[in-house]
């Protein structure tokens, strides 16, 4: 195994299990022509920089599913045939760990990118990791993208823990949708409820699908 390579497979496991804590480069540098700026994490419990909007759209999405318990931008740099590459960012889920690059959908139609792109993706493979390739559809897609950016909002002005503990307490005791957890709540129970309890990690739910009273919920894997 080329030495690069194994770094990157090391280096992920000890990201993982938080013997790193930064990035190989500097993220966000500054250029005229689009907007970079930090998403704050408060999963992360730091600033995460980004170089594009849906790198932005990609980290909000990651601070609010259930299933994610850490992520790190520009995690690592590898040789990769006559140049280095470094994927956008670092996933830690409750079940696996992988590696993402995000583009725009023009990437689609540029084969030379996209060739590339595969023999990365198949070089990663060979050693035992994932190269996800995520593009601005993947992140747009409805209703994704409202769910997210509602669940963002609830959890920038702040999720309630107990109200979380409470709601996963139902689902333990049998709720399986927002309708019967409000019903074993009371009258007073709304969907927001159940979201607290998703934002916090306790819950899980499809964020792909549109979130009603026949949405199906239930203990966060790791619960």
């Known amino acids: 195994m080329p030495d690069a390579t194994m770094k990157l497979v090391s280096n992920s496991r000890d990201i993982a299990h938080g013997k790193f ?23 992360m419990g730091k600033l995460i920089g980004w170089e594009s909007q849906i790198e932005l759209m990609y980290l909000e999405w ?7 318990i850490k992520f790190y931008a520009q995690p690592v ?3 990769f045939k006559d140049s280095h590459y470094t994927p956008d960012v670092l996933v830690v889920s409750r079940t696996a760990e992988y ?7 023009s990437v689609l139609k540029d084969s030379q990118t996209i060739r590339r792109i595969r023999a990365l993706q198949r070089h990663f493979a060979q050693f035992g990791s994932e190269l996800q390739l995520i593009t601005k559809s993947d992140l747009t897609r409805q209703p994704l993208r409202d769910n997210v950016e509602y669940l963002s909002r609830m959890k920038r002005h702040g999720a309630s823990k107990s109200v979380a503990e409470l709601v996963l307490k139902h689902c333990q005791q049998g709720a399986r949708t927002i309708d019967e ?26 964020l792909t699908q549109p ?13």
């Open 21 to 43: 804590d930064f990035p190989v480069r500097n993220v966000v540098r500054r250029n005229p022509c689009r907007v970079v700026g930090y998403h704050a994490s408060k999963k």
């Open 62 to 68: 990651l601070e609010v599913d259930p299933d994610v």
């Open 77 to 79: 740099t590898i040789q």
């Open 99 to 105: 590696f993402v690059e995000i583009k725009p959908d």
């Open 181 to 206: 957890l409000r019903t074993r709540m009371g009258d007073n129970a709304d969907s927001w409820l159940v979201l607290d309890a998703v934002v916090l990690g306790y819950v899980a739910l499809d």
């Open 211 to 223: 979130i009603s009273g026949n949405s199906l919920i239930k203990p966060a894997d790791w619960i």
